[in-house]
């Protein structure tokens, strides 16, 4: 296996855990809402994840765990930005706050320990493909589950009446309103659900790949998501794109020093975000999609 | 129209960040505010004198497996050994003012001996001191170059000793001859660690190679994991590390059935059979001594009103072996144990001459003993690290 093939299989595996809680947000942020608090909402779902993993010892039992706190982060996250009108920002740095305190709390007792990390499946006949076989087939589940959601978001948002509620609400809301609909339900639905996803992309990091907890494991990977979904132009090809590029970016620095190649660390550390930002960049120059409209009033305080 | 319901709101989300605030608060373990009282009581306390209030800073979650947990545990062998030292704790406090402003607070509840016990608490910890002649001001793991305050010191082990016995059994057990090494920021101590395992390594195998990866972080899971996966991948079959929480390397290398050795914390539990052995901090003989040190009014000009460092020859390092995993076979056992009685002797050292960069330059002629600062001084990875340092 050369360094190539070992840096886009650990950048696939670590990128998921930016993939799922991006994908989530772009959910979110299709319907006029953006989640700041995705950082805190992981951190409960890896937390959830990995107490009902290591209590019942049953890993899926976990990631269920993972998927419900998350979308409990974002009831309240939903709760107070759609019923309560709260500033999205602000309340997204409430949201992250609340849950760093809380998870570091009840996580203390689960610092330590290990559990076993979800089994690696290899795809049938797939996974023997020459090159990227390796590569893209012999993941655990929940690499897989991203391939599809990335398909499935994609589906439901441009092809489906829920998706085209959904946009027209984060593009006006008011015209959903007219039309008989009820915009604050889909809003509460997008962030609540989004939000579960973004948990699971904690369990991705918790029991998927890693195998234990810590307090604010995350560290930064949440805004990374959030940040992803606005440089993709709120397009699931590009949300997809951007948390591949940052993760294989980020197991690059690691492959290169251990293979000794002389490269300085702190460039290194920097790769992820530079590259990520570059790539994004150059491709929204290239026509990209607007951002929603009702999104861009929420971040300009109705100004736009 | 739009007012009333956003000052509502403002002070909800006020309160939620208040909450957020304190919930943050305690998970950090900090009980500096509740032994406020105690001061006004200490003059009747026991007969053997007034009731001394120390307080224990620490970088991480003292629950880590690793580095904090090392010193929270010493912190309450404390407590329990000196019945009239009250003693505080202060966990996941970040390397900038919040220290300060922690070191205060427990100043403010009575602490009349402050030990801030992470690298990036230096500078902090020297200036708390020099503003606080009344306070004594310890940290662990710092070297102060110049003239030290009254009321200040630093303390650490000769780490790489232990460090190299490490080494020793990972050389034993690879079929690869590759090891690998995850470390956070290549500050002197890593260095000198990284430099120890590889000549530890070298001794039962003379061309065992140490691959390094770092992380620039003293604990984040998923670049020690990706960190991990890689080193595996190129044929590594032994980790280590140096990095504050240490479960993610551990865990990585059982998923692999490959091997660990361990540092700061004995976590033989997580894998006793990919365990091989490791180093533990055994900090409370070091803070009983300092304790009972100010205690008598003796601190100053004391060895700890200095660069105190522990060592295997003195029978004082802080930093000692741990335990032996499953894996490692009472000969081999025997071969690290008769290395760690060399060690004890005054003058031996893994970094012995002669010793060789991975340029050729010499670092130790033969026949050479380095001191400490010699050794906290190496910037270069010796021959057989495969890797480089920032800025090399």
Redesign the interface.
């Known amino acids: 296996m050369n360094g190539v093939q070992q840096a886009l299989i650990g950048g696939i595996e670590g990128g998921t855990a930016i993939l799922l809680p991006a994908l989530g947000e772009l959910v979110g942020q299709r319907a006029g809402v953006v989640n700041l608090g995705t950082e805190g909402c992981m951190l409960a779902g890896a937390l959830a994840a990995f107490a009902v993993a290591a209590v019942t010892g049953d890993t899926w039992l976990g990631v269920g765990a993972g998927l419900l706190a998350g979308a409990a982060c974002g009831l309240f996250h939903a709760w107070l930005v759609v019923r309560r009108r709260a500033d999205q920002l602000a309340s997204g740095l409430v949201v992250w706050f609340a849950a760093l305190g809380i998870t570091s709390v009840f996580g203390t007792g689960y610092i330590g320990r290990t559990a076993t990390p979800l089994a690696t499946l290899s795809v049938p006949w797939l996974s023997h493909l020459p090159a990227v076989g390796p590569i893209l087939f012999r993941h655990d589940a929940l690499v897989y589950a991203g391939y599809v959601l990335v398909g499935a978001v994609w589906f439901v948002l441009f092809r489906t009446r829920v998706g085209l509620v959904l946009r027209a609400v984060g593009e006006r809301p008011a015209v959903v309103a007219a039309a008989g609909g009820h915009p604050q339900l889909v809003q509460m639905t997008a962030v609540i659900v989004g939000a579960g996803i973004a948990g699971v992309g904690g369990a991705q990091l918790s029991v998927g790949y890693v195998g234990n907890w810590f307090n604010d494991m995350t560290n930064g990977y949440g805004f990374v998501a959030v940040a992803v979904v606005l440089f993709a132009c709120w397009r699931p090809a590009g949300v997809l794109a951007g948390s591949y590029l940052f993760g294989v970016a980020l197991a690059a620095a690691s492959v290169l020093q251990a293979h000794g190649v002389a490269v300085n660390q702190y460039l290194l550390d920097a790769l992820p975000y530079a590259i990520t930002l570059v790539a994004l960049v150059v491709v929204a120059r290239r026509g990209g999609a607007k951002a929603p409209e009702a999104l861009t009033a929420a971040l300009t305080n109705g100004a736009a | 129209m739009q007012r009333t319901?956003?000052s509502r709101?403002g002070r909800?989300?006020g309160a939620?960040?208040a909450?957020?605030?304190?919930?943050?608060a305690?998970?950090?373990g900090t009980k500096a505010a509740s032994p406020a009282a105690s001061p006004a009581a200490s003059p009747t306390a026991s007969p053997a004198g007034p009731k001394m209030t120390v307080g224990f800073i620490m970088v991480g979650?003292?629950?880590?497996?690793?580095y904090n947990?090392a010193v929270y545990t010493a912190s309450q062998a404390v407590a329990k050994a000196m019945p009239d030292v009250k003693v505080l704790t202060a966990d996941?406090v970040p390397e900038n003012t919040s220290v300060t402003q922690t070191m205060q607070s427990m100043v403010d509840a009575g602490a009349k001996v402050i030990f801030a016990t992470s690298y990036g608490y230096f500078s902090y910890a020297l200036a708390f001191a020099q503003s606080h002649p009344s306070v004594t001001v310890l940290h662990q793991g710092g070297y102060q170059t110049g003239a030290f305050p009254p009321n200040f010191g630093t303390y650490w082990g000769e780490a790489y000793e232990p460090v190299s016995l490490g080494g020793m059994a990972a050389g034993m057990v690879t079929k690869s001859g590759k090891l690998?090494f995850v470390y956070a920021f290549?500050i002197s101590q890593t260095i000198a660690n990284i430099d120890a395992f590889e000549l530890g390594a070298q001794a039962t195998d003379p061309a065992a190679k140490t691959?390094?990866?770092?992380t620039?972080?003293w604990?984040?899971?998923?670049?020690?994991?990706?960190?991990a996966?890689?080193?595996l991948?190129?044929g590594?079959d032994v980790l280590t590390q140096h990095q504050d929480?240490?479960?993610?390397v551990?865990?990585?290398a059982?998923?692999a059935g490959k091997y660990v050795v361990g540092y700061h914390y004995d976590?033989r539990s997580?894998?006793p059979s990919g365990w091989l052995t490791g180093s533990a901090w055994n900090w409370a003989p070091v803070y009983t001594d300092i304790l009972k040190t100010i205690a008598a009014g003796q601190f100053t000009g004391s060895r700890y009103n200095a660069n105190w460092v522990g060592t295997f020859a003195n029978g004082d390092n802080p930093l000692q072996p741990a335990s032996f995993g499953t894996s490692v076979t009472p000969s081999m056992q025997a071969k690290i144990l008769a290395a760690y009685d060399a060690l004890k002797k005054p003058g031996a050292s893994v970094f012995e001459g002669p010793v060789t960069c991975q340029n050729g330059t010499v670092l130790f002629a033969a026949g050479v003993s380095p001191t400490y600062a010699q050794i906290n001084g190496i910037n270069c990875l010796v021959k057989g690290v495969?890797?480089?340092?920032?800025?090399?």
Not at chain 2, 211 to 214: D, Q
């Open positions: 319901p956003r709101l909800v989300a939620l960040a909450l957020a605030v304190v919930a943050a305690c998970s950090s979650n003292r629950n880590d497996y690793g947990q996941n690998g290549p691959y390094l990866v770092n620039s972080s604990c984040d899971p998923l670049k020690q994991k990706e960190a996966a890689a080193l991948a190129q590594v929480c240490q479960a993610t551990i865990e990585a059982k998923a976590a997580l894998d495969v890797g480089t340092l920032p800025g090399s």
